[in-house]
């Protein structure tokens, strides 16, 4: 399974635009970005994923680099609910499994 | 509406004494997951069905077993568990195994074992 990179942790403040970079350097041609992000003691829940070409839903907005070694997660203007670890996952198009990394800690100042 | 639904949410048992963690889901999804979740640690896959197809991780301990009866139903067993077992048990879902696809997860069981 290609690996990610994450920052362990990230702060921003209410209202503010954030940005959650990833790494991937050894992304494979088949393989999808995805985001799944999860709050405290809940699941984790779906945010996004793309391809090639950048994508946007109502949640966030997903920047794909042109040699897609590298994304961005961007929540445009963040609240206290979007607090959460912010994970980063490569999916292989044939694969049934999602492996996660250790993720980004997303902490929002009010 | 809850389309991944985990019962218990909380489940307490003793250490050895067999548990069943259940999972439903409503969306008619083909693929079932579960996962294992430590505190402070990323959801880590012990096996999925696809349909009636297991899939074990070659990782997962045998005491840990699932049963998947219908599609809507799926099963984690526990034979004997340790306090090494104590987490987060997660279940999700998936239409196929496309690399596209969303897997919609449930609110997760946290298992505690004394």
């Known amino acids: 399974d290609a690996k990610t990179t994450q920052p362990n942790s990230m702060e921003s403040n209410e209202e503010e635009p954030v940005h959650l970079p990833c790494n991937h350097s050894?992304?494979?041609?088949?393989?999808?970005i995805h985001w799944y992000r999860q709050l405290p003691s809940q699941g984790p829940e779906y945010v996004i994923h793309?391809?090639?070409s950048n994508v946007n839903n109502r949640m966030a907005s997903l920047a794909i680099a042109e040699d897609r070694k590298s994304s961005t997660l961007i929540l445009h203007r963040a609240t206290l609910r979007d607090a959460a670890v912010y994970y980063c996952?490569?999916?292989?198009?044939?694969?049934?499994?999602?492996?996660f990394g250790q993720g980004t800690r997303l902490t929002i100042n009010p | 509406d809850a389309m991944v639904i985990q019962n218990p949410r909380y489940q307490v048992t003793q250490f050895g004494k067999p548990v069943t963690l259940s999972c439903s889901q409503t969306?008619?999804?083909?693929?079932m997951y579960w996962y294992q979740q430590k505190s402070s640690q990323a959801p880590k896959l012990l096996f999925h069905?696809?349909?009636?197809?297991?899939?074990n991780e070659a990782d997962t301990p045998d005491n840990f077993q699932s049963r998947r009866p219908n599609t809507s139903f799926c099963f984690l067993d526990i034979r004997s568990p340790g306090l090494g077992d104590a987490a987060m048990y997660l279940c999700?879902?998936?239409?196929?195994?496309?690399?596209?696809?969303?897997?919609?997860f449930g609110p997760g069981t946290r298992l505690l074992v004394l």
């Open positions: 996952i490569l999916r292989d198009g044939g694969a049934q499994k999602l492996v």
């Open positions: 050894t992304i494979s041609g088949t393989d999808y």
């Open positions: 793309g391809l090639t």
């Open positions: 969306l008619n999804h083909n693929v």
């Open positions: 069905y696809y349909d009636k197809d297991f899939n």
């Open positions: 999700a879902t998936d239409r196929t195994s496309f690399g596209g696809e969303t897997q919609y």
